[in-house]
């Protein structure tokens, strides 16, 4: 043990092993960001089409139906994940009579999904395993892959290696290494490609034929994954003429680079580029506004820039950290507390070792303000350009945070910090967080609101997606109009009822409006009170407390709104969803949709 608490490769192999298997299982299919997406991909692919959409985007074609109906994100609304779910998830398989139209977003290059096609290939269409062991299993080759080359770079690190071995397991870079997805290659090859760069440079190894050709690999490589980590390449700037045998070697080695660059970037950003526009339906006119963006206005642009990272900087470091899949859930605090103690115990350790020259230091910060600012400014290029929602998430930066690190804190200092402290320490908040992590993994997963264990706040259900309300879609109410909405709850006691509502710009200065909530099978009334009509509030949820009541969340519940006003003093807001959860009618007339509303529960 004590020797692998020396080793930090070592220690990276055990505890990405350990903790990514429980995770590729414990977080639900379609939890990760954009894994539908990138598995329709690899399932196109397995149709012998390299091109994104090309088969796809054939009328008649699509995914099986079996892909939305596994995954989390396609649930209409967020509530845990139940035994009775996973066994109906089992029973699901790939190939299905009912397929339904899918325009994927991941058109990245196809080398990316070749051994998870091959995968699907084999368990999902000639063995027909059900879906969510093919889930598992692509998971776990792309987590496979992640450890690979995080291993070897951790190995591979001149200095700073435990440093990168506190980044390599950060929560956020775990949960994508277990998520169906290009940012586990894209988050591997980078960390090998800084680490050999720094071997190469640090060492001053001389570039004979072996280096030469294990470079031209990585480069390869490097500009297969996601484009945003292509300047990454820029690093081997730094290697020295006198570092190759010949001056025609060091002409070829650029040559080489350069012709890589030109076929694999270059020609498969223009099919990326055209599959994009097509997906979107852009008009030539939007397409060239987004190449023409910063051209146009260049210093209104950079103005804007500034404002975008901002703004969108304080998400951003937060979710690189931890976050779960599209924000819909909390992470514990103490998963920031403990990364962050362990980052900068790691630093400590290395910071006293040896150190980057000062001219890799520069290159460092230099690369990593490229890669920093080129990745917002893609996104606002896409937000401006196309009016489509671009955000700049933290996972984004994950590949290039360790430059940052590396340039900061890469020169020596004098410190007398023992380092069998620092290792340890070191160590021991990184399994820290992980274990927190896996434990909020669970409770937002499985346990109904979980989140509010380690959460502040009152635990509202249900949790919606895509939240977006508009007085567009919403019922009006006014006397002799009430609505009704039955539905079945979730929760077994509950204290509280919020709508989301709307109201007239002129509201009447008296007038109430009458809230009930009645057992459907006994006609039984568990609440009935009026609130004023200026009470409400206006484009936001309107709370009514209630004292506690128990529920039957195997019955059906009716909530009742009516107002004495026959003025149209306000409104409720409707869901986009028909008949989710149950009924709604207004003066006895259904509605194909549902009120937009949430209740306490209480635990």
């Known amino acids: 043990m004590a020797k692998i608490l020396k080793s930090p490769a070592k220690l990276f192999l055990i505890l990405a092993s350990v903790f990514g298997i429980i995770w590729v299982f414990l977080m639900p299919a379609g939890a990760g960001y954009d894994e539908e997406t990138h598995l329709a991909r690899i399932y196109e692919i397995d149709h012998r089409t390299l091109l994104p959409n090309q088969w796809l985007g054939v009328a008649g074609n699509g995914i099986p139906i079996s892909m939305r109906e ?52 084999i368990f999902g269409f000639n063995f027909d395993l059900p879906l969510l062991l093919n889930y598992w299993i692509i998971r776990l080759s792309y987590l496979f892959l992640y450890i690979c080359l995080s291993y070897f770079a951790i190995r591979l690190m001149p200095k700073f290696k435990w440093t990168l071995f506190v980044l390599a397991l950060a929560p956020m870079a775990m949960i994508q290494a277990v998520s169906i997805s290009a940012d586990p290659q894209t988050n591997g090859m980078s960390f090998l490609f800084v680490a050999w760069s720094l071997y190469l440079i640090e060492g001053k190894k001389s570039v004979d034929k072996k280096y030469f050709w294990i470079t031209m690999l990585l480069v390869f490589l490097l500009f297969i994954v996601k484009p945003n980590s292509t300047p990454l390449v820029l690093l081997l700037i730094l290697l020295k003429p006198t570092q190759f045998s010949k001056r025609r070697t060091l002409a070829f080695f650029w040559l080489a680079i350069a012709a890589l660059f030109l076929i694999e970037v270059g020609g498969w950003t223009m099919i990326q580029f055209q599959a994009e526009a097509a997906r979107r339906g852009l008009t030539e006119t939007q397409t060239a506004g987004f190449l023409t963006v910063f051209l146009s206005d260049p210093l209104g642009f950079i103005a804007n820039l500034v404002r975008y990272v901002v703004t969108n900087l304080p998400t951003v470091f937060q979710q690189y950290i931890a976050g779960f899949g599209y924000g819909y859930y909390a992470m514990p605090t103490a998963v920031y507390i403990f990364f962050l103690i362990g980052l900068g115990a790691g630093i400590l350790h ?56 590396f340039s900061v804190f890469g020169g020596r200092i004098k410190i007398a910090a023992n380092e069998n402290i620092t290792r340890l320490v ?35 259900i249900p949790v919606y997606k895509n939240w977006d309300p508009t007085r567009e879609n919403s019922v009006v109410i006014q006397k002799d109009q009430p609505i ?67 529920l039957d969340t195997n019955g059906q519940y009716q909530i009742g709104v009516s107002s004495e006003s026959s003025l149209p003093a306000f409104s409720i807001g409707l869901s986009d969803r028909q008949r989710i959860r149950g009924s709604l009618s207004q003066a006895g007339i259904i509605i194909d949709k549902d009120l937009l509303f949430k209740y306490g529960c209480i635990k």
């Not at 398989?93 to 325009?103: A, F, G, R, V, Y």
């Open 350 to 405: 290395d910071w006293q070792l040896e150190a980057f020259s000062k001219s890799t230091r520069i290159l460092l910060a230099l690369a990593f303000i490229v890669l920093f600012f080129g990745t917002f400014a893609l996104r606002l290029a896409i937000k401006q350009s196309v009016g489509s929602l671009a955000l700049s998430q933290g996972r984004y930066f994950i590949p290039f945070i360790p430059l940052l690190i």
């Open 426 to 460: 070191t160590s021991t908040a990184v399994a820290l967080t992980l274990i927190l992590v896996t434990v909020a993994m669970y409770l937002v997963y499985y346990v109904p609101c979980g989140m509010y264990v380690f959460s502040p706040g009152k635990c509202m």
């Open 70 to 121: 596994i995954s989390f994100r396609q649930k209409a609304f967020l509530l845990p994940i139940t035994m009775g779910e996973i066994k109906d998830q089992l029973s699901l398989k790939l190939e299905s009579e009912i397929t339904i139209p899918h325009l994927t977003r991941a058109t990245y290059s196809p080398v990316l999904y070749f051994p998870q096609a091959v995968l699907l290939k």
């Open 484 to 550: 009704e909405q039955i539905f079945q709850p979730d929760c077994g006691k509950t204290d509280s009822l919020s709508l989301f509502t709307f109201t007239s710009s002129q509201p009447p200065a008296e007038g109430n409006f009458i809230v009930e909530l009645t057992q459907v099978k006994t006609g039984e009334s568990l609440f009935s009170q009026k609130f004023p009509i200026s009470s409400l509030q206006d484009n936001a949820m309107t709370t009514i407390d209630m004292p506690p009541i128990q």
